[in-house]
C-alpha cells in the first residue's frame, strides 16, 4: 500500500490534540488468544466529539480491539471506559444502556423484514442485536415515528416498504446504521462501514458517518485510506496488536514506524 508518501524532512513535531474529554478509553488493554496477544498494552483515549479511525495492516488486532471496546471480548487484562466509568466488566446490553452502540461485519438486518420493521425491531429492543425480538410488529408502530426518522438520516426515508434481503449492499449498511443509531448513542463504533462497495456507495457512507458522528463520538475500523482521511479527525495504528502511532491522519501518516509497518505489509502482502 502507498497513502503514506514520504516523511516530511522538516520534522516537525505535530500540535497536540484539541482538549476535549474523553469518551472512551482503553488502558493498557490486553487481549490474548490461546497464548496469543492479538491486543499487546493498548491505551487509547478517544476524545468526546471526535471521529477516530483505528487502522493497521492484515491481522493487526483492529477487529479484536474494536470487540473489546465495545464488550463482545472480555479482556485479558486492561480496563475499557466509558466517560470515566468502567464497562469491560459489564454485558454489551448493559453497555449500550450507557451509551455505546456499534455496527457488526456480519449484517445485523433481518432479511425477511422490511426496512421499516428492521428499525422498529432494534428500536424496542434494549441491545439493536440480532434475534432479540419478541414483541408483535403491530404493537411497534407506537415507535414509528421515531423509526421514519432514523431512516430519513440515514438515506432510506422512501424505502421503508422494500424488503432488507433486496437491499444492495451499501443500502444494507445504512440500515445497519441505522440500526446502531436505534439506541440514540453517544459513542458509536462501526466495523469497516465502507467493506465491498463502490465509489458511489463509499461516498454516501462518508456523509452518512459526517452527519451522524454530529453530537457524537465515533471509532470506527477502516480500510480505505481515502475515506479515513476524509472523515477522521485522529487515526491510531495498530501493528502486531499494539498502538504503533495515534494522532492527526496527516501526521501520523509521516511517522516512519507506519510507513514500515505498511511497507512490510505491501513487501510480504
Ligand atoms: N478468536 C480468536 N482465536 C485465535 N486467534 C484470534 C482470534 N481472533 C483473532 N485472532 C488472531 O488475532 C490476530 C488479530 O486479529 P484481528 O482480526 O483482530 O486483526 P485485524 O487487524 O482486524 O485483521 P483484518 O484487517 O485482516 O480484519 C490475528 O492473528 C488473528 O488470527
Redesign the pocket.
Known amino acids: 500500500m502507498t497513502f503514506w508518501g514520504t516523511p516530511d524532512a522538516s520534522g516537525t513535531p505535530a500540535p497536540p490534540p484539541v482538549a476535549a474529554p474523553v469518551a472512551l478509553e482503553a488502558r493498557n488493554l490486553v487481549k490474548d488468544?490461546?497464548g496469543?496477544r492479538?491486543?499487546n498494552d493498548v491505551t487509547l483515549p478517544i476524545y468526546e466529539g471526535e471521529i477516530h479511525a483505528i487502522i493497521?495492516?492484515?491481522?493487526?488486532?483492529?477487529?479484536?480491539?474494536?470487540?473489546l471496546l465495545s464488550g463482545f471480548l472480555k479482556p485479558t487484562g486492561g480496563e475499557v471506559r466509558l466517560f470515566g466509568e468502567r464497562i469491560d466488566t459489564l454485558p454489551p446490553h448493559r453497555i449500550v444502556r450507557r451509551g455505546l452502540s456499534r455496527s457488526f461485519q456480519i449484517s445485523s438486518v433481518f432479511p425477511t423484514l422490511t426496512v421499516r420493521e428492521n428499525v422498529l425491531v432494534a428500536l424496542q429492543s434494549p441491545t439493536a442485536l440480532p434475534g432479540q425480538f419478541w414483541t408483535p410488529l403491530s404493537r411497534l408502530e407506537t415507535l414509528g415515528a421515531r423509526a421514519d426518522e432514523i431512516l430519513a438520516d440515514v438515506g432510506l426515508g422512501t424505502a421503508p416498504g422494500r424488503l432488507a434481503a433486496d437491499l444492495s449492499h451499501g443500502e444494507k449498511r445504512q440500515l445497519e446504521i441505522g440500526i446502531s443509531l436505534t439506541q440514540d448513542p453517544r459513542v458509536l463504533l462501526l466495523d469497516?462501514p465502507t467493506s465491498g462497495m463502490g465509489s458511489e456507495g463509499i461516498a454516501r457512507v462518508i456523509a452518512l458517518v459526517r452527519q451522524v458522528a454530529r453530537g457524537r463520538t465515533v471509532v470506527l475500523?477502516e480500510?480505505n485510506m481515502s475515506v479515513v482521511s476524509e472523515l477522521a479527525d485522529r487515526i491510531s495504528v495498530?501493528q502486531y496488536?499494539s498502538v504503533i502511532a495515534s494522532g492527526r491522519y496527516d501526521d501520523v501518516r509521516q511517522d516512519p514506524r507506519v510507513i514500515e509497518a505498511y511497507l512490510g505489509e505491501e513487501a510480504h502482502g
Open positions: 488468544f490461546r496469543f492479538a491486543t493497521g495492516p492484515n491481522g493487526a488486532g483492529k477487529t479484536t480491539l474494536f470487540n469497516e475500523v480500510h495498530l496488536g
